[in-house]
């Protein structure tokens, strides 16, 4: 890794030590009972905070810099506007009006304590219903754009990926051979992701299975720090799995279940590949990106590895073919 990621002294959370957060949270008006969980979470940091003679709260400490206060709010507008509609979402609590607070240079937001368990994508009744509640969240997404918060753009998610990670991270003997596959899959999604540009809504952007809890027999959505302006396939093509057959079954279902409440262009199924390969390389320098946090070593140790490295140049060539095979269709 180059010095040009940072080092451990310099990272934002050096100085979110536990009285801090208890501190932040009964600044306003809880009693803490100065039990402190941390949980699974990277980009951010999250607590769960025993409250005296209370359920716990969870606490999320937004990671300064990343995004604007505007765009944190427009996050939290949108999970209350889904909220009410009566979409199984987790949005922030509302404290004397006011959902984000600050302490320093930390804004953070307090939440419910909601549990659940890992959904069973493979179940074809649980995609249909992912499929309706999309499409609900799709159809109020599309009210209006979101202003302070980005579009999902090639030039982020792609260019600039690409030249971090190159300049930063792949190692000097691997280096040619990732650029030349990395700048061939540049040049052919750049044009693909243009033609959908005027279609993009307000979406979650990560939904994934890890960001999805299943409780009384009904999903929850948690997470949209990563919402923003992008295709509705986008919120779709990460809950598909297995070979190509499989996932047309599962894709079937949810494109039945969404069109109950929302028009889906079968247009944007060319994209899942694209996308696909937007995340894989975007997530390679979101990670050398924070390595200077030392979450980031604990949990990634292989990145710095030529092995890891080596293994990206193969899985970008797979998706450079990928790329030239026919899009999933649904079933006729």
């Not at 699974?40 to 604007?68: C, D, H």
């Not at 293994?311 to 006729?332: F, K, M, N, S, Y």
Request: proline share 5%; with cysteine.
């Amino acid at each position: 890794m180059s010095d040009t990621a940072g080092t451990a002294s310099d990272h934002p959370y050096s100085l979110l030590s536990p009285e801090r957060v208890i501190d932040a949270v009964e600044s306003l008006g809880y009693l803490s009972d100065y039990r402190l969980l941390a949980l699974n979470s990277y980009e951010n940091r999250v607590y769960q905070v025993g409250i005296e003679q209370s359920t716990p709260l969870i606490a999320k400490f937004y990671r300064p810099g990343r995004w604007s206060r505007e765009a944190i709010l427009e996050e939290h507008a949108f999970t209350a506007e889904l909220a009410a509609a009566e979409l199984p979402v987790v949005a922030p609590l509302a404290i004397d009006g006011a959902t984000l607070h600050s302490d320093g240079d930390f804004y953070f937001a307090l939440f419910e304590r909601r549990g659940g368990r890992a959904p069973e994508l493979d179940n074809l009744d649980n995609l249909h219903l992912l499929g309706k509640l999309l499409g609900r969240f799709h159809a109020q997404g599309a009210v209006r754009d979101f202003v302070a918060r980005p579009a999902l753009s090639w030039q982020q998610f792609g260019r600039e990926a690409v030249d971090f990670v190159v300049a930063n991270a792949v190692p000097a003997d691997l280096r040619e051979a990732y650029a030349t596959v990395a700048e061939q899959l540049l040049a052919e999604i750049k044009p693909q992701l243009a033609t959908q540009q005027q279609h993009f809504l307000r979406s979650h952007c990560d939904c994934h299975a890890g960001n999805i809890l299943w409780r009384d027999e009904r999903p929850l959505f948690v997470d949209f720090d990563d919402a923003r302006m992008a295709p509705a396939i986008q919120d779709i093509w990460m809950l598909l799995s297995g070979n190509r057959d499989e996932q047309r079954r599962q894709l079937d279902e949810i494109v039945d279940g969404y069109q109950q409440f929302y028009h889906f262009d079968a247009r944007q199924l060319a994209l899942i590949e694209p996308l696909r390969t937007l995340r894989l390389i975007h997530h390679s320098a979101w990670i050398g990106r924070r390595w200077s946090d030392p979450a980031f070593p604990r949990a990634f140790s292989w990145y710095a590895q030529p092995r890891y490295w080596g293994d990206q140049i193969l899985t970008l060539r797979e998706q450079l073919a990928a790329l030239h095979e026919p899009a999933i269709t649904l079933q006729p």
